[in-house]
């Protein structure tokens, strides 16, 4: 069976719901999907059709957008967050997870929310759409994965200031995180033995423990510890000397110590391209690569490029997982 994705509106007043048309136009009848939200809040003159349940996405025409109706509390303006229509935000990813956990969706893909704006407006106490989705799968912890044709990258410490990462990197969560990462490229990706390259946290790796320690005690022995199970590591390598052309075509998947570590390389080698991707979730979830874009919501320009790879990726995870 052939279980279409779910699309969430994500921010009402951001680039999410143009750029929902904007995709379903480009892929057409590529593979199917669903968008979760408010109708109202489509832009003006979308081509689009209601539907009553999930199954009913396949049958709609390939130039409409097949839509399952959420309301919310209030209208929304391109730019201008709406904090009424917070709740209703949440309540849709709540509903895309529930579905695809039914069995009725094959994988969640989530347009951009706004983090202030949902605890300004429903009091959201999570960092961002990967910590409430795993509160939602009932998982103690995820991974998140930026990839793109080019390049696939995982920072082990994500949302915090630069100073706490050398307190926050732990043995404990640098190895679950290479232990995520592995088995998510396995089971979604098909690689059947991945091979993994992990940065140091310091300028040259530590340069033998003149520029930092952290190689030594910290990332040497984890790597260690997991190549004796088998794991294929390299590292830990200088970061500067991880991401030119010919050092990733030796690694399916580089682990990053800290966020810019991980998604400066990313996003400047494929900035329109990258796809979000939770790893360790029971189901599959996906996301653009980009924010709200509040300050060119509703003009027409937004690329929808991130959510149209978005969205293929997820439909290939999804299918990765069937065998």
Not at 272 to 298: E, K, M, W
Request: charged share 20%; hydrophobic share 45%.
């Amino acid at each position: 069976m052939n279980l279409p994705v779910a699309l969430t509106c994500g921010d009402p007043s951001g680039v999410g719901p143009e750029l929902a048309v904007a995709a379903r136009a480009a892929l057409g009848a590529e593979l199917p999907l669903f968008w979760i939200g408010d109708p109202r809040h489509l832009p003006q003159g979308a081509a689009f059709q209601e539907i009553g349940d999930p199954a009913e996405a396949s049958h709609v025409p390939a130039g409409l957008l097949p839509v399952l109706p959420h309301g919310f509390a209030a209208p929304a303006l391109p730019g201008q967050p709406a904090p009424e229509n917070a709740a209703g935000v949440i309540a849709v990813i709540e509903r895309a997870v529930g579905l695809v956990q039914a069995g009725l969706a094959s994988a969640v893909c989530t347009a951009p929310i706004h983090k202030k704006a949902l605890k300004d407006g429903a009091g959201f106490g999570f960092p961002g759409h990967t910590e409430f989705l795993a509160h939602l799968a009932g998982v103690d912890r995820v991974v998140m994965m930026l990839a793109s044709p080019d390049l696939r990258v995982v920072p082990v410490t994500i949302h915090i200031a630069l100073a706490e990462v050398p307190a926050a990197l732990t043995a404990d969560l640098l190895e679950d995180t290479i232990r995520i990462t592995d088995a998510g490229l396995r089971r979604d990706f098909g690689l059947v033995r991945p091979r993994l390259a992990v940065a140091g946290l310091n300028p040259h790796a530590g340069e033998g423990g003149a520029m930092g320690r952290e190689e030594i005690t910290l990332i040497g022995p984890v790597l260690e510890r997991l190549r004796a199970e088998g794991y294929d590591l390299r590292g830990p390598a200088s970061a500067d000397t991880m991401f030119h052309a010919r050092a990733r075509a030796g690694y399916d998947a580089a682990i990053c110590m800290y966020h810019d570590q991980a998604l400066i390389p990313i996003k400047t080698l494929d900035f329109d391209g990258g796809v979000n991707v939770t790893l360790g979730l029971p189901f599959v979830r996906t996301s653009p690569d980009h924010g709200t874009a509040y300050d060119i919501a509703g003009k027409g320009v937004a690329r929808p490029d991130s959510l149209i790879a978005a969205l293929r990726m997820a439909h290939q995870m999804a299918a990765a997982r069937l065998g």
